[in-house]
C-alpha cells in the first residue's frame, strides 16, 4: 500500500458524460500527479499540482481539468467523454515536486460505452 | 526529448530460474533518476527502486538487483530465482525536467510483461 488513495476504483459511463476522479496523497506529501495508462498510448504524463498550485501540463485535453484542494487532495474532471478516453487513470504523489519518488495510488479505471 | 525503451515485449520463464529486464534511455540531462515500477494483475504501480544519475553502483535487493551503466544508457533489472509473485508487468522510467521551478515528469518505457512458469 503505496499510501495514496484514489476513488473511485471502476467508473463506467457513456459518451459525452463527466466525470470527477479524486485522488488523496500520501500523508506530508504536496505534489500531485495524474498520469493515463491506455492501450495504445502507454502510461503519460497528464498534470502536475504542487501545493495547490499548477506547475506543468502534459498531454492532458482540453476537455479535462484538474485542481487541488487546499486539504492538498485533487481531483481529475473528464468531460464530453470519448470511447478513446477509456483507460486507467493514476494520481502519484510525492514531497517535492522534482527528484522525489513519486507513488502511485491503485488507480481508477475508467469505461466509456 | 526523452526517451525510454523496454525491447523486450513478453518474457516468460520457469519458476527459479533468472531473469534480466532490460531498460535503454536516452535524455540530454546531465542529472536524471531512473526507476523501475511493477504492475501485478491487480493493476497497481509498485515502486521498486529510483537510481541517482550520478549513482552507478549496482544495487542488490533480495532476489532483485538492478545494474546501472551510463556508458550504454541502460537500467537494467534482474530477478534470481523467480517465483510466481513475480508475474507482472515491468516498467522502466525516466525523470524529466519539466518547468523551471524543476518540477519532474516520468516518461516511462512500454514496460515488459513477464510470466513465471510454475
Known amino acids: 500500500d503505496s499510501g495514496v488513495t484514489q476513488t473511485p476504483k471502476h467508473l463506467i459511463t457513456a459518451t459525452g458524460q463527466r466525470v470527477t476522479l479524486r485522488c488523496s496523497p500520501r500523508s506530508g506529501d504536496l505534489s500531485v500527479y495524474w498520469y493515463q495508462q491506455s492501450l495504445d498510448q502507454g502510461l503519460q504524463f497528464l498534470i502536475q499540482y504542487y501545493n495547490g498550485e499548477e506547475r506543468a501540463k502534459g498531454n492532458i485535453l482540453e476537455r479535462f481539468s484538474a485542481q487541488q484542494f487546499p486539504d492538498l487532495h485533487s481531483e481529475l474532471n473528464l468531460s464530453s467523454l470519448e470511447l478513446g478516453d477509456s483507460a486507467l487513470y493514476f494520481c502519484a504523489s510525492s514531497v517535492n515536486p522534482s527528484t522525489d519518488t513519486q507513488y502511485f495510488g491503485p488507480g481508477t479505471r475508467l469505461t466509456v460505452l | 526529448a526523452q526517451k525510454v525503451t523496454q525491447a523486450q515485449t513478453e518474457i516468460s520463464v520457469v519458476e527459479k530460474e533468472d531473469v534480466t529486464l532490460d531498460c535503454v534511455y536516452e535524455?540530454?540531462?546531465?542529472?536524471?533518476?531512473l526507476f523501475w515500477y511493477k504492475q501485478p494483475p491487480s493493476g497497481e504501480l509498485v515502486f521498486l527502486i529510483r537510481r541517482n544519475s550520478f549513482d552507478e553502483q549496482n544495487e542488490i535487493s533480495g532476489r532483485y538487483s538492478w545494474n546501472f551503466q551510463k556508458s550504454t544508457s541502460s537500467f537494467n533489472f534482474t530477478i534470481t530465482a523467480s517465483q510466481v509473485v513475480d508475474s507482472a508487468v515491468y516498467f522502466c522510467?525516466?525523470?524529466?525536467?519539466?518547468?523551471?521551478?524543476?518540477?519532474?515528469?516520468?516518461?516511462f518505457g512500454t514496460g515488459t510483461r513477464l510470466t513465471i512458469i510454475p
Open positions: 522510467a525516466l525523470s524529466e525536467r519539466i518547468s523551471n521551478f524543476g518540477n519532474e515528469k516520468l516518461t
Open positions: 535524455t540530454r540531462d546531465t542529472t536524471y533518476y
